[in-house]
C-alpha cells in the first residue's frame, strides 16, 4: 500500500507494493508470503484484479454487490464477487467491447456495445441475443419506463431498441454529425446527447421529439481543440456536467443557458468519465492522465489520482471513497480516500488499516532477484548455471538470486567496495572544498566600465552628479540597462566614439578634483594680499579665460579629429564596395588621402564677398599633370598676413590691458567669480 498527501488528503493506493515474478511456483510464492514482510504486508482487495493486456471499461453493479470489467486480449468481461473478494466468472467474445449497461441489479441482465457494430444481451447463464446496429457505436443507455435501449455512435441518428418488444423502433433525428455521448435522467427520464460539434440536444421519450439544445462549445474560451461534448452526467433532476475534448467540464442547471461553472483540466486532454458524490459536493472528472476531483461549488481540487498508464475507465459507489481504474495495462487498480466516504461494508477493514498504516514506496523490481546480462555472467564466472534452476531467462539476460550474487561478486572483485568507498569519500570531500579562487564584485556582467563610474561617482562625488548616480543605481527603472545583453554600449558604434573625447575629459576633470580643491584652498589664501596690493588685474582675468578655454579647444579638436576619421572610414568603405562591383579589366583611380591643410582663415569680408572677388583677392595656384590617366598635384604658398595679424591683435590686447588697470576698481566678486571659474 502506498500512501500519497494531495494537500490535507490522503489517498491510499491499494494496488501498489511488492511484486512476485509469475515464473515462480505456488509453492515459492507462498513461501515469500510468509517469510518475507514487505510481501506480507501487501493487500490484494481483489483476487486475480487483472486482464491479459488492457481493461478497457469497469463498472459496479447497481447493487454494489459485483464488478464486472471488460478487456483484452482476447476481449472477454470478468465478474467479480465483492463478498468471496474474488472472481465469479469470465466470458470471452468475439471482439472488443466498447461499452456495457448493466439493466437489472445485479449481473443477470447486461448489454454489450462491441466494436464490430454487435450488440450482444447476457443473461446469467451466458449470451441470450446478438444483434447489429447500422453504424459503429460509441455509447447506450437505457430508459426504463419504455424498455428502450438507446444507442448512439457515427451517425445523426439516435436508434431506439424496445427490449420488451424485442425490434427497432422509429429513431430520433438530430442536427448533428455525429454523437459521443447519451444518459438518461435517473429522475424524469429526458434524453441528452452530447454531439462531435459540440452541443447537447435533449430529447423526450414521451412525445418523442425534441425538447431544447444547449451550446456548450460557446461558453469554452481559449481553446486550441474543439470543444466536442465527450461525457456526460446528470446529478439529478436539474444539474447537468458535461465534459468536452479540450479538457473542460461545465456544469449547468437545465434551466439556464450559461453554464454555473467551468472546470479546465488544464491539458487539454479529453473528458472521459464524470461522476458526483452528493455527500461531499464533489465531482469526479477523468482524463487519459488523471482523475480530478473538485468541488462542485467553488471548482477549487480537492485531490487527483494519476498513474504511469492512461486511464480508461472508472467507477465508485455512492457515499466512499473507493475507486477501481481500468488502465491501458494488464493491471487494474484500486485508490482510497477516506475523507471522501468510510469505506463499503464488504472491505470495512480498510478503515482499520488506514490509521496504522505509513508511507510506504513503490516496489517496481524484485528486490530478492538481480538481473544480468549474459556477459555479466561470464565475467563472474557462472556461465556454466545455464540451463539450471538458478537462473530464470528474461529478456536479453537472467534473474539471478541476490544472494548468490552478492557472495559470486564479492569473489570474483574483492575490492570492488573498497574502490566504491573511496570515490565516494573524494566525492564529498571536493564537494565540501571551496574554490580556490573566489572573485566577489558588485559589478554587473552588462555595462560594467559604466555601473563602475556610478559607483564612484556615488562614493567620492559630491552635488547633483552623486544624486544622479545614487538614483540612477536604484532605481527599477533602469535595473534592464546591467542586466539586459540587449542594453550594453557599443563602443564601435560612431555615436561613441564622437562622444567619447568628452567622457574621457570628465574623467580626468573627476580625477583631478582633490587638486582643484587644492588650488581653491590656496587662491583663497593669497586673496588678501591680492587686496592690499590693490586688487586684481586683467591680467588674471585673461589668463584664467585662456586656461579654461584650453581645456575646451584640446576636447573640440579630438572631437573634430573623431570625426574626420570616422568620415574617411566611411569613405574608404564605400569606395571599397565600388571597386568589389567594377570589372577587374577597367582601369581604376586611387585616390590617396592626405592630411588635412590648414591653409589658414580668410577675411570675414572677403569670404561674404562674391566669387569674381574672392578670386581677384587670392593668389594664383599652380596646378600640373602627373601622368595620363588624370591625376592633379597642386602647389600654394601661404603668406604672413596671418602672423602680422596675430602680432597687430598682441599690441591691441596689450593696450587694452594697460588701459583698464588704471580705471579698474578691486572688488570682492572677481574674487568669488575666480573661484567658481576654478571649480
Not at 470489467?69 to 471482439?95: I, M
Request: charge should be neutral.
Amino acid at each position: 500500500m502506498l500512501v500519497s498527501d494531495v494537500g490535507d488528503v490522503k489517498v491510499y493506493n491499494l494496488s501498489a507494493g511488492k511484486a512476485l515474478p509469475d515464473w515462480l511456483s505456488d509453492k515459492k510464492k507462498k513461501e515469500s508470503q510468509r517469510k518475507n514482510v514487505d510481501v506480507n504486508r501487501r493487500i490484494e482487495l481483489i483476487q486475480d484484479f487483472d486482464m491479459p493486456c488492457v481493461a478497457t471499461s469497469v463498472e459496479l453493479s447497481p447493487d454494489g454487490q459485483y464488478i464486472l470489467a471488460s478487456g483484452t486480449y482476447k476481449p472477454r468481461v470478468k465478474c467479480y464477487d465483492v463478498n468471496n473478494l474474488s472472481l465469479k466468472f469470465e466470458r470471452c467474445f468475439d471482439s472488443e467491447v466498447i461499452k456495457f449497461k448493466m439493466l437489472s441489479e445485479d449481473y443477470s441482465k447486461m448489454v454489450f456495445m462491441q466494436a464490430d457494430r454487435f450488440v450482444e444481451f447476457h443473461a446469467a447463464h451466458g449470451r441470450h441475443y446478438r444483434l447489429r446496429i447500422p453504424r459503429f457505436g460509441r455509447d447506450l443507455d437505457y430508459h426504463k419506463p419504455s424498455c428502450d435501449l438507446f444507442l448512439v455512435g457515427t451517425s445523426s441518428e439516435i436508434y431506439r431498441l424496445n427490449t420488451e418488444r424485442g425490434q427497432f423502433l422509429q429513431p430520433y433525428v438530430t442536427s448533428a454529425s455525429s454523437i459521443n455521448a447519451c444518459e438518461v435522467n435517473p429522475e424524469h427520464y429526458l434524453l441528452g446527447v452530447g454531439s462531435q460539434e459540440g452541443t447537447v440536444e435533449a430529447w423526450d421519450p414521451r412525445d418523442k421529439k425534441r425538447c431544447g439544445v444547449l451550446d456548450v462549445a460557446i461558453n469554452v474560451k481559449n481553446s486550441e481543440t474543439f470543444p466536442s461534448v465527450t461525457a456526460m452526467k446528470f446529478k439529478n433532476g436539474l444539474q447537468l456536467a458535461v465534459g468536452t475534448a479540450s479538457g473542460h467540464v461545465l456544469l449547468y442547471d437545465i434551466r439556464a443557458r450559461e453554464p454555473m461553472l467551468v472546470k479546465d483540466h488544464l491539458n487539454q486532454l479529453s473528458v472521459k468519465k464524470i461522476a458526483f458524490n452528493r455527500e461531499y459536493n464533489a465531482v469526479y472528472s477523468l482524463d487519459n492522465a488523471m482523475l480530478k476531483i473538485w468541488n462542485e461549488n467553488s471548482g477549487k481540487q480537492i485531490a487527483y489520482i494519476e498513474s504511469s498508464s492512461n486511464f480508461n475507465d472508472f467507477t465508485t459507489s455512492p457515499g466512499n471513497g473507493l475507486f477501481f481504474f481500468a488502465q491501458e495495462d494488464p493491471k487494474m487498480l484500486s485508490y482510497y480516500i477516506p475523507s471522501l466516504g468510510p469505506a463499503p461494508r464488504w472491505c470495512s477493514f480498510l478503515d482499520n488499516l488506514t490509521e496504522e498504516i505509513e508511507s510506504e514506496t513503490v516496489q517496481n523490481i524484485y528486490d530478492d532477484y538481480k538481473f544480468i546480462t549474459k556477459q555479466e555472467l561470464g565475467d563472474l564466472g557462472l556461465g556454466h548455471l545455464e540451463g539450471t534452476n538458478m537462473l530464470r531467462a528474461y529478456m536479453h539476460g537472467f534473474f539471478i538470486d541476490v544472494r548468490l550474487y552478492n557472495k559470486t561478486k564479492a569473489i570474483a572483485d574483492p575490492f570492488a567496495f573498497e574502490r566504491y568507498r573511496k570515490e565516494k569519500i573524494a566525492k564529498q570531500i571536493e564537494e565540501s572544498r571551496p574554490a580556490r579562487l573566489q572573485l566577489k564584485t558588485k559589478l554587473p556582467k552588462v555595462n560594467a566600465e559604466l555601473a563602475e563610474k556610478l559607483y564612484t561617482e556615488r562614493e567620492l562625488g559630491s552635488g547633483k552628479l552623486k544624486t544622479a548616480a545614487s538614483g540612477l543605481l536604484s532605481d527599477d527603472r533602469f535595473k534592464s540597462m546591467f542586466e539586459n545583453p540587449d542594453f550594453e554600449v557599443d563602443k564601435t558604434a560612431h555615436a561613441y566614439r564622437l562622444l567619447n573625447p568628452v567622457l574621457t575629459r570628465l574623467d580626468k576633470a573627476r580625477s583631478k578634483k582633490l587638486k582643484a580643491q587644492e588650488e581653491a584652498e590656496q587662491a583663497a589664501a593669497e586673496r588678501p594680499q591680492e587686496e592690499s596690493e590693490g586688487g586684481s588685474t586683467d591680467e588674471d582675468l585673461f589668463s584664467e579665460r585662456d586656461e579654461s578655454s584650453d581645456d575646451d579647444q584640446a576636447w573640440t579638436k579630438q572631437v573634430k579629429k573623431e570625426y574626420k576619421k570616422i568620415r574617411r572610414e566611411e569613405r574608404r568603405q564605400v569606395e571599397n564596395e565600388d571597386e568589389m562591383n567594377e570589372d577587374s579589366d577597367e582601369p581604376t583611380i586611387q585616390v590617396q588621402e592626405k592630411e588635412d591643410f590648414n591653409i589658414g582663415h580668410r577675411n570675414s569680408k572677403i569670404s561674404k564677398a562674391g566669387l569674381g572677388k574672392r578670386l581677384a583677392a587670392s593668389k594664383p595656384v599652380e596646378v600640373k599633370m602627373i601622368g595620363g590617366l588624370g591625376n592633379c598635384q597642386m602647389t600654394f604658398s601661404t603668406g604672413k598676413r596671418k602672423a602680422q595679424i596675430d602680432r597687430k591683435r598682441q599690441a591691441e590686447l596689450k593696450k587694452h590691458r594697460e588701459e583698464r588697470r588704471q580705471v579698474i576698481r578691486p572688488t570682492t566678486s572677481l574674487g568669488l567669480k575666480k573661484r567658481t571659474q576654478k571649480m
